[in-house]
């Protein structure tokens, strides 16, 4: 009897553990179904209430339900809906939230994310509860996170796509078509990495929703946009400020523009684009031509004068086609020529208005030279052997700065209006370009290339970096595919708090 109790207690054991795998199995099978087409979800970071995906297969939604403090600086918390992927890849959704109120930073996003970790990198679109939309990253474990803004509101559609390391971000606009919005970080992700959907309340203690519906999920694997037709290059016009790494997507166009300046009553920005100056609201929209007269070839070498009164150009139209420096009535006219001789590339307006810095080639020698506005005769200021370029006035006339490879690779340099005390500012294994003096003095925003590269080109990945000038401390700003165009120019906004940029992306044919 008691083997026989024994026999009846190992097979009702048995048949618990059937039953019970059954309806793990099930369980399993049921999860899976009800993410969709995505792998599986979870919550990732530390949550106080766990989150929760459901998936209407007849409307092909997912409510996601999320809680957590936030997605920002070092780490994360949020419900996440996931599924692996490789090599290239687009993520696109209708996305809206459900109720109102709540936390104006709750976050409804599409990621991409090398892995599950609090701390991960990852990219995504992030809109927010009241409407903000930004393209947020962290290019390296346990960094802190940046973003760019788009300045389309609330938009309806959203799509995010990884592009090599590059990360682009669309949304509708009021149209419904999907137009590029911002982006180009560079994030390096090693495959597989995770593709999703998520929700974070921005409020520990509350549990915020949103619906995702018409996802699609695409892989592409890479090179294979080149079968399909030319690559299209997108110009971004950005703004950041000093004292963080929150970038603005203020205009966006598809081909190049470059070198934006921002006018002396902060309202607009002035840049060049297919040989033409164009002006643009600060608040975005439609550039407009400016009337530049016979000048149609100008290069991104431009600047407004310290009273708004006159534009100083370098145009390429006339005689060989080299570079000749101009002034033009800053609302449009007759260009009045200063240099005699070419090529010549403007860099600098004296705070008094009566003398402009620039850079000549003599010789086969490329040195600074300044010239009265009023005209008269260029002098030279700098005959050291190697290549001198990007001078710039401070704030109060003393100084010039700029950028020399007289010591072996490019160096910021500073030196006396009269050219005396030419001295190099710091040393290190970046080619640095193009130094700008904040209005107030007390910063200097430049360009730096990796040590490998010659000269300043087109389409490279660039930092552009900040120095105090008190204590001579550099940070990183951003990190940006760029170089030649991004930052050519004296673009500080006139209060001091922020600086102008373009930064650019190769966006392979669609699929």
Not at 12 to 30: H, M, Y
Not at 112 to 120: E, F, N, V, W
Not at 134 to 159: N, Y
Not at 475 to 484: E, N, P, S
């Amino acid at each position: 009897m008691k083997k026989l109790s024994g026999l009846h207690s190992s097979v009702g054991l048995f048949i618990l553990v059937v039953i019970f795998l059954g309806i793990g199995r099930l369980a399993a099978q049921e999860a899976a179904s009800s993410v969709g087409a995505f792998e599986s979800r979870g919550d990732v970071g530390t949550v106080l209430h766990a989150g929760s995906v459901a998936y209407e297969e007849a409307k092909k939604s997912y409510t996601i339900a999320g809680s957590g403090e936030n997605m920002w600086f070092g780490t994360d918390a949020f419900q996440f809906a996931w599924k692996k992927m490789s090599g290239d890849a687009t993520l696109t959704a209708d996305v809206s939230f459900l109720g109102s109120g709540g936390n104006p930073h709750r976050k409804a996003v599409l990621m991409i994310r090398q892995s599950l970790d609090a701390d991960s990198a990852y990219a995504d679109i992030a809109l927010h509860g009241n409407g903000l939309t930004a393209l947020q990253f962290r290019d390296g474990k346990g960094g802190l996170t940046s973003e760019v803004q788009s300045l389309i509101s609330a938009p309806k559609r959203l799509r995010i796509e990884k592009h090599g390391a590059y990360f682009t971000m669309w949304m509708s606009a009021g149209n419904g078509e999907l137009v590029m919005a911002g982006g180009s970080p560079r994030i390096e992700l090693k495959e597989p990495f995770y593709v999703g959907i998520g929700v974070c309340s921005h409020d520990k203690d509350v549990v915020e929703r949103a619906v995702f519906t018409n996802v699609a999920m695409i892989a592409v694997p890479p090179n294979a946009g080149a079968a399909l037709g030319p690559a299209t290059l997108y110009s971004f016009l950005e703004t950041i400020p000093v004292d963080s790494g929150d970038r603005t997507a203020v205009y966006v166009s598809s081909g190049r523009f470059e070198a934006p300046n921002w006018t002396p009553d902060g309202k607009a920005f002035l840049f060049n684009r297919d040989g033409r100056i164009l002006r643009l609201p600060v608040s975005g929209g439609k550039p407009e031509t400016v009337n530049t007269g016979f000048a149609i070839r100008c290069n991104n070498d431009h600047g407004i004068s310290p009273d708004s009164s006159l534009l100083a150009i370098s145009d390429q139209s006339q005689e060989e086609h080299r570079s000749i420096v101009y002034v033009v009535p800053s609302s449009g006219g007759v260009p009045r020529r200063l240099t005699k001789n070419s090529p010549s590339y403007w860099h600098g307006w004296s705070p008094d208005g009566k003398t402009l810095a620039f850079v000549g080639e003599r010789n086969g020698d490329f040195d600074v030279y300044t010239i009265p506005v009023a005209g008269g005769e260029e002098t030279r200021l700098t005959m050291a052997k190697g290549l001198d370029d990007g001078p710039e006035y401070s704030p109060d006339g003393q100084y010039i700065y700029f950028n020399s490879e007289r010591t072996g690779h490019m160096q910021i340099w500073r030196m006396r209006a009269d050219s005396s005390e030419q001295t190099q500012m710091f040393s290190d294994d970046y080619n640095n370009w193009f130094p700008h003096i904040s209005p107030d003095g007390k910063y200097m925003v430049f360009l730096s290339f990796d040590k490998s590269v010659s000269g300043h080109p087109e389409n490279k990945d660039v930092t552009l970096r900040l120095m105090s000038l008190s204590d001579k401390k550099i940070k990183v700003l951003a990190t940006l595919f760029g170089g030649q165009g991004t930052i050519n120019v004296p673009s500080w906004s006139p209060d001091s708090t922020k600086v102008a940029f373009v930064s650019y992306a190769i966006v392979p044919a669609a699929q």
